[in-house]
Structure formats: C-alpha cells, structure tokens
C-alpha cells in the first residue's frame, strides 16, 4: 500500500513562490504525479516525475527523490488563478494511482 | 472532442436504491478508472479496468460493481445504496494502463445517500 503526506493548506500572496512537500512510502514506485483541482472540478494533470530531479515546466515545477520518498511542487509568480488544490499522487508496481489528501493553496491579493 | 463524460452530475437517493453512474470517452484510450473523493481523504481507487472486458478492484471496492463492454462506457453500479457512499465519483481514463501514461478525469458526480 502507499502512504502520501501533504500539508493540508497554505496561504500565499499574489506574485510569491509557494513549495508544497510531499512524503511517500510505497511497496512499489513507478513515478509520482501532481494533479490541480479547481474547488468543484475535476483534477487535471501538471506534472510527472520517474527519475530523480527537477521537471520546470512554465511557472510549475515539481522535483523528485527516490531515495528519501519525497517530492515538491513549487508555483512561481503567483497568481489568483493558481487557488485550488494540489494533488499528489504515486503510481505503483501494478501501475495504479494513490492520492494524497490534497494541499489547498489560497493566493492572497 | 468531449474528453470524458459523466452522468448524471449529481443525483440524492435514498438508501436501499440501486443507481449507475455512467461514464463516457471518446479519447479510445484503453484503461478507466473510478475514484471517489472525501473531503480529507483524496481521491480512493474503486474499480478499475486496464482494457475492455477486464475489470480489477481498487482500494474501496465493497458495494460497487462495474462493467467494461466496449472501450468507451465503463458504468459504476451501486447495488443498494448506504449513505457512507455519499461522495464526489471521478471517472478516469488513460491510454494504456501501463506504461508512462497520464490519467484524465471526467466531471465528477455528486451523490447523496439519505
């Protein structure tokens, strides 16, 4: 089974960089995803890591270790827009998802 | 191209009553999905089914049922209702199942059991 931690909410200013952590500990691992979720719509995907290391991707980007079970999504330049929840999931050995409960970032003006 | 489809988009039933949530893509991709999302918890893995006519179990499988008849509908049937099974359910899909490959998420219902 999978074991994903997350911080359940944070706060941010317009314009900042905020970090959301994420731990795992999985029987198998075969990458590791982040999902936004506006409040009342469907998660849709941000970003994929399988090897250790940073993805950038725009203003997103998210990093990865293998070995100490971990993985951050950081937004940069932010802005009203990014106010949602941010899903972290782990694909496992039979290539199925588990999610984290979810971190709900609010940007302050 | 509408992605992946959901009905209906919420529905309040009474317990002891049998309901379907419908779901359909027309991605052609060959692996859905059916999560339900709780607040606190995120979103658990019901049924699952990797190809048509083949279906697995997820995390939370009890009191649900699937079917995988064709590639694009994958229905999630609960037999008689319970009002723990008040949830948001996301239907998914992705292209194969297996390798690198991403999950798309359809509407969401919202189902209430009184």
């Known amino acids: 089974g999978q074991n994903i931690d997350q911080p359940t909410e944070m706060t941010a200013t317009e314009g900042a960089i905020v970090q959301i952590n994420c731990t795992y500990q999985?029987?198998?691992?075969?990458?590791l995803f982040w999902y936004q979720q506006h409040a009342g719509e469907a998660p849709t995907f941000l970003s994929y890591?399988?090897?250790?290391g940073l993805e950038e991707k725009g203003r997103f980007s998210s990093f990865l270790s293998r070995s100490k079970g971990y993985s951050y999504l950081l937004l940069k330049e932010l802005q009203m827009k990014d106010s949602a929840s941010y899903l972290c999931?782990?694909?496992?050995?039979?290539?199925?998802?588990?999610f984290g409960a979810g971190t709900t970032v609010t940007v302050r003006a | 191209i509408a992605g992946i489809t959901q009905a209906p988009t919420s529905q309040i039933l009474a317990a002891g009553r049998r309901m379907t949530l419908r779901c359909t893509q027309d991605?052609?991709?060959?692996?859905m999905y059916w999560y339900r999302q709780d607040l606190g918890l995120g979103l658990r893995l019901i049924h699952y089914?990797?190809?048509?006519?083949?279906?697995g179990k997820g995390e939370v499988p009890d009191g649900y049922s699937v079917s995988r008849a064709n590639t694009d509908d994958f229905p999630l049937t609960l037999a008689s209702a319970v009002p723990s099974q008040t949830s948001v359910y996301f239907c998914?899909?992705?292209?194969?199942?297996?390798?690198?490959?991403?999950?798309?998420f359809g509407p969401g219902t919202r189902l209430t059991v009184l």
């Open positions: 998914a899909s992705s292209p194969s199942g297996g390798a690198v490959d991403t999950q798309y």
């Open positions: 890591n399988v090897l250790d």
């Open positions: 991605m052609r991709h060959n692996a």
């Open positions: 089914s990797n190809t048509a006519g083949t279906t």
């Open positions: 999931a782990v694909r496992d050995s039979d290539y199925k998802l588990s």
């Open positions: 999985t029987s198998g691992f075969n990458g």
